[in-house]
Each structure stands twice: as C-alpha cells, then as structure tokens.
C-alpha cells in the first residue's frame, strides 16, 4: 500500500484552479467549522498564526476528514521543522521568505528521502505512515509530498526565474510582504505591487509552476485566475469572524434607543457660535448649517443639533446605544464656552 494520494497536488498539476482559505484563528473547532464550507483547500497558518505543531496537527487532522485539502504553512523553512510537520502526515507545505533557487533547491531536499534529499527516515514512529501501517510508505512519500514556495519581496522577484528551475511545486506571491518591501506597505493594492504580483504570476504559469497568490479584492481575484493562477485563497477566517461580528453587534446595538439630551443657552449670539461649531468640525464630520439651524453627525455615532433663536441656542447631543453622552456634552460645551469667550456663557441641561 503506498502514501495516501494528495489529490490537491494533482489537481495543480492538472491546472485545475483550486480555491482556499487562510485559517488562522489556531482553533481546532474553528478549523472544523471552516472545513464544512466545501473550499477545495484551508491553510493552517504556522507563520502568523498562535500555533505550534501540535495544535496544527489537530486542525489538520478534522480537515482531513472533510472535502477540503489541509496545507500548513511553516513559520520558517527550517529542515527540521519540514521533517517534524511531514512526518505528522502533513503532506503539503508553504514554506515563506523564499528570496532565491539555492534555498528553493534546499527545501526540495528538505521534503524528499534520501539519495535525493534529506529527510530523516523516521517513518516507523510517524503518523505520515499511519505508525507503520502503509507498507510502501517510504518509496512513494515523495511523490505524494507537494512543496509551495512564498516570493514575497524584491529578492525573491529577482530571484524567480531560477527558483522555477527547481523542483517545487508551486510558487505563492505574497503581496502584503511584497508591498511592504517595496516601499507601499499596507497598500498591496498599489499599481506598482498590483504590476509586479501579476508580472510574477505570469513567469510562474510560463514555466510550468502552480501559481498561488491570497487576495481578498475580488477584481485581482479576477485578474489572477484569468493568468492562469492554480491555488488561489479568497479570504481569511479571523478576517471573516471579525467582521460578522462586528456587523452582528451593529444590528443588535441598533435595536436599543439612542442617548440624547437637550440644554439651551441665552445669548445673542447663537447663530454665530453655531455657525463656528459647525465649520469647527466640518473637516471631520458631516456638517449642515444655515443662520438657524446646524447638525453635525461624527461616523462614531456622536451628533448635535442646535436652532439659534432671538433668546440664545437650543443644543440637542446624541450618542448612540453605549456612547458616553456625558463626555460628549462635556466636548460641546467646551468648544461653545471658548468661542463665547467674550460673555458668560452656560448650557443648561435640562434633559
């Protein structure tokens, strides 16, 4: 009986694109949960992620057991650590920081037996083997092994030509990293990064390679799987998870009433200090104003409508379910009493 076929493995040499998720909230439920989605393929994230072997293990393993195909990326293409996760039965790897073909070479090495590479036989403790169970094991691992190599800054790029004469299965452009290196971080949208991803992409698919790239803009989605991309992850399981749950506490919190209370101040001068309050905080909020009426409206939920009259201002401030109406009065208050600074000015709140 030989090593388990990965079907992922085939399937990019195939050319059949295959769609993915990052996983890297470092639960195994979550993984379980993330595995019911039907993606072809979830990456347990080993890099950016609070995992170690064991805990990636886990959530590979209830992966296993679904439709979808587990990958593991490592926090660093250390050959030890590349036989510790093979032998767990790990059988693809993304390995990052990839920056030329002599270290693509190595990790080649890394993932095959001997006399072709380095990996230590260590397959009768190992569950790689299923503890011995898989007779063939050793003479067919290595074919059933698929190694993705991450290009994610200049040195890499420069790099690419010669890392695609090795044996690795697939390249992944990192774009985050790469935007960063490229003087654009936090941008990898940036025409410059954007250019260089689809340039690199292209090289990739010309030599034969599975390219792979994570993006969660649905255009260069578009654009990568149209150049020939193979292994594409669409989206983040944190990224997912905070999100929802962002909006769910938006729509739960919106149910309850906003905070509001009114006060009025005697002066005559109210259509001018409403008039200043709302140029004030025109640069920063949504201001509408006329001689008579004024409203400013903050993202945060924070507002204040005022009405300027013969006798003074009417103030009305507002916050939303949870928002600290005290210290937004206090923030009122405080800008109208220095604009008044002239007379003795006073909000009475009367609620």
Known sequence: MPAPHNAFKAALANGQPQIGCWVGIADTYAAEIAATAEFDWLLVDGEHAPNDLRSILDQVRVIEGSGSHPVARLPIGETWMIKQYLDAGVQSLLVPMVESGDHARKLVRAVQYPPHGVRGVGSALARASKFSAIPDYLPTADDQICLLVQVENRAGLAALDDILTTDVDGVF???????????????????????????AITRIVAAGKAAGILTLDPQMQRKCLDLGTTFLATDIDVVLFARTMRAAAKTGLALLPDQSIS??????????????????????????????????????????????????????????????????????????VRFAFREDFKIDWAG
Request: negative net charge.
């Open 173 to 199: 452009i990192g774009p985050a990293d790469l935007a960063a290196d490229m003087g654009h971080i936090g941008n990898a949208g940036h025409p410059e990064v954007e250019a260089a991803v689809l340039d």
């Open 263 to 336: 006060g009025t101040a005697k002066t005559d001068s109210a259509s001018k200090y409403l008039q200043q309050l709302c140029k004030h905080w025109a640069h920063k909020a949504e201001a509408s104003f006329d001689t008579h009426q004024g409203s400013v409206r903050f993202a945060d939920g924070d507002s204040v409508e005022m009405a300027a009259t013969t006798e003074g201002l009417t103030i009305t401030a507002q916050t939303g379910p949870r928002g600290d109406l005290a210290r937004w009065q206090q923030v009122i208050e405080a800008h109208l």
